[in-house]
C-alpha cells in the first residue's frame, strides 16, 4: 500500500509569489489533515477534510491560504501571496474514518520564503 | 486547550542502554495518543497508538504507557541501536478524527 505523497518536497519563492503544494494521501483514507511546522515550534494544525468537506479549520492563519480536495482524493493547498513567516514545512497526514484512525504522515514540503 | 510537553528536550545515550522518553499533557480528555519518529529532512512514521482505554502498548523494542489520569505517556526504547537516532514526537487528540496536538519532541542520540 502506498504511503502518503506530497509535492513538491521543496519549494523556495519570493515574498509575495504563489505557491501550491499537493498532497495525495493513502487509498481509501476519508480523513485529510494539513499541519505545519515552523522553525523551533512544535507542529501545528491548519486543516481537517472529510472526504471532500472542510471538518474544521480553525488553524488556518489568514486568508492567504486556500485549501481544497477535489472529488475527496488528492488535496491542495494554497499560499497566495506568500510572506516570510510562511516558511517552514508542510505536512499532510490521512487517517480512516472511524474510532481507531491512526494517522499517517507524508513526507512533507519544505518550504522557503525569501 | 490542551498542551502537550516533551522532556527532555535532547538525549545522548550509549548504545545498548535502556531509555524513557517522557510526554505529558494538561488535559486528561484524550481519545487516544501516538508515538512518532521523525528522522532528519523526513517525515514522520507512526511508531505506537495507545487508545484511551488501554494502559500500554509493544512493537519490538518499543513499549508506551499511558496513565491519562495523570497526564503522562512514556515511551520505552529497550537497548537502544544508533539507528534509534532521531526526533521522537507524541500527539493526542481532543477527540476521535480530529487534528493531532504535538509536542516539539526529544532529539536521541544513540553513539556506538
Known amino acids: 500500500e502506498a504511503g502518503v505523497t506530497q509535492f513538491p518536497s521543496h519549494s523556495v519563492i519570493e515574498k509575495g509569489q504563489t505557491v501550491t503544494l499537493r498532497c495525495d494521501p493513502i487509498s481509501g483514507h476519508d480523513n485529510l489533515y494539513w499541519y505545519r511546522r515552523v522553525m523551533g515550534k512544535e507542529i501545528k494544525f491548519l486543516l481537517h477534510f472529510v472526504k471532500e468537506s472542510k471538518q474544521d479549520e480553525s488553524g488556518m492563519p489568514n486568508n492567504r491560504f486556500l485549501a481544497e480536495r477535489t472529488g475527496g482524493t488528492y488535496s491542495t493547498l494554497k499560499v497566495q501571496p506568500a510572506e516570510l513567516e510562511d516558511s517552514g514545512v508542510y505536512f499532510c497526514?490521512?487517517?480512516?474514518?472511524?474510532?481507531?484512525?491512526?494517522?499517517?504522515f507524508g513526507p512533507g514540503t519544505r518550504l522557503t520564503v525569501l | 486547550k490542551q498542551e502537550v510537553t516533551q522532556i527532555p528536550a535532547a538525549l545522548s545515550v550509549p548504545e545498548g542502554e535502556n531509555l524513557v522518553l517522557n510526554c505529558s499533557f494538561t488535559?486528561?480528555?484524550?481519545?487516544?495518543l501516538q508515538w512518532f519518529r521523525q528522522d532528519p529532512g523526513k517525515g514522520l512514521t507512526s511508531l505506537l497508538l495507545?487508545?484511551?482505554?488501554?494502559r500500554e502498548q509493544t512493537s519490538g523494542r518499543l513499549n508506551a504507557s499511558l496513565d491519562k489520569s495523570s497526564g503522562r505517556s512514556t515511551l520505552y526504547i529497550a537497548a537502544s541501536q544508533p539507528g534509534d537516532s532521531a526526533t521522537y514526537l507524541c500527539a493526542v487528540p481532543p477527540q476521535a478524527g480530529t487534528a493531532l496536538i504535538f509536542g516539539k519532541g526529544t532529539t536521541l542520540s544513540v553513539s556506538s
Open positions: 495507545i487508545q484511551s482505554s488501554q
Open positions: 497526514a490521512s487517517s480512516h474514518l472511524g474510532p481507531y484512525n491512526e494517522q499517517f
Open positions: 488535559d486528561s480528555a484524550i481519545y487516544n
